[in-house]
Structure formats: C-alpha cells, structure tokens
C-alpha cells in the first residue's frame, strides 16, 4: 500500500525579504524524508532530509526578473515511488499529495 504522504507540507507564506527566502518542509510522516529542491527562480538547488513528525527550514537566494513570486521544485520518493511537486511562495502552505 502507498504511504500516506498528504502529511507532508512546505510552508511558503512568507514572501522574501530582501535576497533570500525561507521555507519550511513539515513532514508529520512517521518516517524520515529525503528530499531534493530547485529553486526555479534564483537558479539554486539541494537536497534536504525532514526527520519523522519534524520540519526544517531551508535558505535560498531570492533573485530573477519576477520578484513577488518564488517557485521551487520538490522531489522525493516514498515506498519507491518518486513524486515531485512545484510550489509558487507568497501562497498558503503547499500540500504535497
């Protein structure tokens, strides 16, 4: 059986401030989730692990042409199925599903 994954959330309502932009990944998942990201906007990409019924936060440079809206692409692969997500920040959390 698929593993749930509407737990899993990026919270993208701050809008960036400055240079940078934080987002956060809560995962409430009773598993670790590795996942990868691109920020589509400033051109940046990594990976990051949210620990089971965790968040973390990730950093990156808020730059480009179009400076109210921030896209990042999420990756991840749960129970060997890969899913990816796009996200446009300065919305409501984004539900991964």
Request: proline share 5%; charged share 25%.
């Amino acid at each position: 059986m698929p593993a749930d994954t509407s737990a899993l959330t990026i919270d993208g309502r701050a809008c960036p401030d400055g240079t940078s932009i934080t987002w956060t990944a809560v995962n409430d998942l009773d598993i670790p989730v590795s996942f990868d990201w691109t920020a589509r906007t400033a051109g940046t990409r990594g990976t990051a692990v949210v620990e089971a019924g965790s968040s973390t936060e990730v950093t990156t440079d808020f730059e480009g042409p179009n400076r109210n809206t921030f896209r990042v692409v999420v990756d991840w692969v749960l129970q060997d199925r890969e899913q990816s997500r796009r996200a446009e920040f300065c919305n409501p959390v984004m539900i991964l599903m």
